[in-house]
């Protein structure tokens, strides 16, 4: 910008230098000067064209987009429509996501009841719900992994899309600026060439005025020189103006090269600043082509990564999704198990309890045992002694029948004896008391023995049936009283036999 202004105030001092040349020379300078420089401004525009175009094109673009446009009634009444029906949409798409997910735990809670009710025990119930709570933890620590590993991928992505938006943010500050460089270079180059051509045609005017001015001394000078040829001072007066002219000349002709020196440096300058110019342009515009490129690039990049975090987010949104189902089963399988575990509890209880009952009745059928083994002894011992009365009452018995026929037979020969006394007479009734006194006395001693034997057999008997009366309150079983039985006619023949005594 600063050697375009300088190379401009070169210019115009050339044009200021080219109004005191000479009508014969000056008008050729000037002229190709001008056309020279307006050939390399007409190649500076048209270098400057394209990114004119692009910057006029972008300013109107800007201009347009300044400017408010009035709103429509129908297309605000169709956005409307359209932001409705996409809240609906999205309404009936989250119900339907609620269905699934409840349809999901449905079956989750039906899958774990089948597979809790396919066991009879309470210990293999708990370990299928210890199994199945282990498998949907572990689930659940993948997709929590999984999750993390997503959340850290998408701020990632979204750092980088931030890192690109600003690059893009930048290239697009930079390529506003060389836009607004380019138009003000444009514009530059329009002001150059609008006061070229104006400066052109000041010193037209002015070379022909300077033109018409020497002309119109020439002529002067010619008159007075043939006003003056008829005086005689005329040679001397030609030869001073013939040295005048010359000297004027040599004058104009120095100043011309010195001009024309000038010129050749400040055209020199010129050329070098349009061509730093023109460098400097095709580098700019080299750095907005790189810049556009990467812009393109950060574009497509920042579409693709956009692009991939939506991927990213409908993941991260069915992760989630996922995760909240798994937490859900997690949570009924945990009231399954409470409920589970507090029927374990209550099992526990049940067989504590039952333990103690199962103790106590054990307790007692060893203590039943114990007593049934003494009196499985006990009855072992009474049969014994049983055993034992029997065999003494069998000799009773015994004893009881001889006894009984020795008393018969004593009663019979007592009755033979008592007949020969009685057909004996009176005589012998002493002989025959004394002897009766004397049988008297061996049937008495007889009966006190058989007495004897008979309370002998009665405190055996007594005893007997005491111990029977016992063993049949421990045992279900009669003992016989055979024996008491059998010695009862003993009894009843002592008896007669004391009486008739």
Not at 186 to 213: A, G, P, Y
Not at 326 to 348: A, C, G, I, P
Not at 408 to 433: F, H, I, M, P
Request: glycine share 4%; proline share 1%.
């Amino acid at each position: 910008m600063a050697a375009t202004v300088e190379g401009n105030r070169s210019h115009d001092l050339a044009h200021d230098h080219s109004e005191h040349l000479p009508n014969g020379h000056g008008e050729h300078l000037p002229n190709g000067t001008d056309s020279h420089s307006g050939h390399v401004h007409a190649n500076h525009h048209s270098s400057h064209s394209t990114g004119g175009a692009a910057a006029g094109g972008g300013q109107a673009a800007k201009k347009a987009g300044g400017k408010k446009k009035p709103v429509d009634p129908n297309e605000g009444y169709n956005l409307l429509t359209t932001r409705i029906s996409q809240l609906e949409t999205d309404a009936s798409v989250e119900e339907e996501e609620e269905r699934a997910m409840a349809r999901a735990v449905r079956k989750a809670n039906k899958e774990l009841a089948d597979l809790v009710n396919n066991r009879e025990d309470h210990l293999a119930k708990v370990e299928a719900i210890q199994q199945k709570y282990s498998e949907l933890f572990q689930e659940m620590k993948k997709l929590e992994r999984d999750y993390n590993r997503a959340r850290r991928r998408a701020d990632q992505l979204q750092k980088e899309k931030d890192h690109n938006r600003s690059e893009l943010t930048k290239a697009n500050n930079m390529k506003n600026k060389l836009e607004q460089l380019c138009r003000e270079l444009q514009k530059e180059n329009r002001r150059v060439k609008d006061e070229s051509k104006i400066k052109e045609q000041s010193e037209k005017d002015k070379r022909e005025e300077l033109s018409t001015r020497f002309e119109n001394t020439i002529w002067e000078i010619k008159n007075r020189m043939e006003e003056d040829s008829d005086t005689t001072n005329s040679k001397a007066i030609h030869m001073e103006v013939d040295n005048l002219i010359k000297v004027k000349f040599r004058t104009l002709i120095d100043q011309y090269e010195m001009r024309e020196l000038h010129f050749q440096s400040l055209l020199r300058t010129k050329e070098l600043e349009v061509q730093y110019n023109l460098a400097r342009y095709d580098q700019k515009r080299k750095q907005a082509d790189a810049e556009s490129m990467r812009a393109k690039a950060l574009h497509a990049q920042v579409s693709t990564f956009s692009q991939t975090e939506t991927e990213l987010r409908s993941q991260l949104n069915i992760y989630v999704e996922k995760f909240k189902q798994v937490e859900d089963t997690l949570n009924n399988s945990n009231d399954l198990f409470l409920t589970f575990r507090k029927e374990m509890e209550e099992m526990s209880k049940k067989t504590k309890r039952l333990e103690k009952e199962n103790m106590a009745l054990t307790r007692k059928t060893d203590l039943m045992n114990r007593n049934i083994l003494e009196m499985a002894e006990e009855r072992t011992r009474q049969q014994r002694e049983l055993e034992t009365a029997k065999k003494k009452s069998s000799k009773l018995e015994d004893i009881c029948r001889a006894l009984q026929s020795e008393r018969t037979a004593l009663e019979n020969k007592l009755r033979g004896v008592e007949a020969e006394d009685y057909s004996g007479g009176e005589d012998d009734e002493e002989g025959s008391e004394e002897g009766e006194e004397g049988e008297g006395d061996e049937g008495s001693e007889y009966m006190e023995d058989s007495e004897e034997e008979d309370d002998e057999e009665t405190e055996d008997e007594g005893l007997f049936e005491d111990e029977a009366e016992t063993n049949g309150n421990h045992v279900n079983g009669t003992v016989p009283k055979a024996g008491v039985n059998e010695h009862a006619p003993v009894a009843k023949a002592i008896v007669p036999t004391k009486m008739r005594s």
